[in-house]
């Protein structure tokens, strides 16, 4: 609850954590896709690609934000959340 109402923005020094942050989300999703690919299939393509054109491009989108001071780290965590949520009732969908 702490982190969706929390009103700052980002500091210099997180700004400095949040790239490697992302790094490491990327890194976490390239493992996924592949593991989707290699065990199943045409279906684990169709779920690595739903991933690239939803909750990549749109973390990306919100990350940029938080990063340019646009938004607070609390509208940046409901995003977040938000993001996920729609991504996995998309998942739910691929048959």
Known sequence: FAQIADDTKITKE??????KQRESVAE???IYKELQI?????????????????QVVQDESNNL???NGKITWG???KKRKA????FGDKLKEIK
Request: charged share 35%; aromatic share 12%.
């Open 28 to 30: 976490t999703q390239k």
């Open 65 to 67: 934000d938080l990063f």
């Open 38 to 54: 290699k065990y199943y299939g045409d279906l684990g393509r169709r779920r690595s690609d739903l991933l690239n054109k939803t």
């Open 14 to 19: 997180q700004k400095i954590v949040l790239p």
């Open 75 to 77: 509208e940046y965590n």
């Open 83 to 86: 993001i996920s949520a729609e």
